[in-house]
Nanobody
Framework: QVQLVESGGGLVQAGGSLRLSCAASGSIFSINAAGWFRQTPGKQRELVAGIESGGSTNYADSVKGRFTISRDSAKNTVYLQMNSLKPEDTAVYYC?????????????WGQGTQVTVSS
């Protein structure tokens, strides 16, 4: 059974930084693409940043230059470094990954971690 567990969320003042982690556990053979999404009440979940197995990345325009996604394949962990945070970054952040296990390949989601940026 694969699990994604996010951590690192919290309350921070505008201009501050947070680092989110997403650790995958289970009988994992490999992790292909992974990403971070966020959602606020009444809005659709949106892609914040994505990273391919080869390391190429993509970002939402609203976070370019402020957020950095990275991965540690040895630890099956994906990170999101968030700098220069703004109140509009407040949301629940979810990680997502395309994971291959011994039995199958599937898309998995974490449970979410709250990020709150105060003005």
């Amino acid at each position: 059974q694969v699990q994604l567990v996010e951590s690192g969320g919290g309350l921070v003042q505008a201009g501050g930084s947070l680092r989110l982690s997403c650790a995958a556990s289970g009988s994992i053979f490999s992790i292909n693409a992974a990403g971070w999404f966020r959602q606020t009440p009444g809005k659709q979940r949106e892609l914040v940043a994505g990273i391919e197995s080869g390391g190429s990345t993509n970002y939402a325009d609203s976070v370019k230059g402020r957020f950095t996604i990275s991965r540690d394949s040895a630890k099956n962990t994906v990170y999101l470094q968030m700098n220069s945070l703004k109140p509009e970054d407040t949301a629940v952040y979810y990680c997502n990954a395309d994971i291959v296990t011994i039995m199958k390949r599937g898309i998995y989601w974490g449970q979410g971690t709250q990020v709150t940026v105060s003005s």
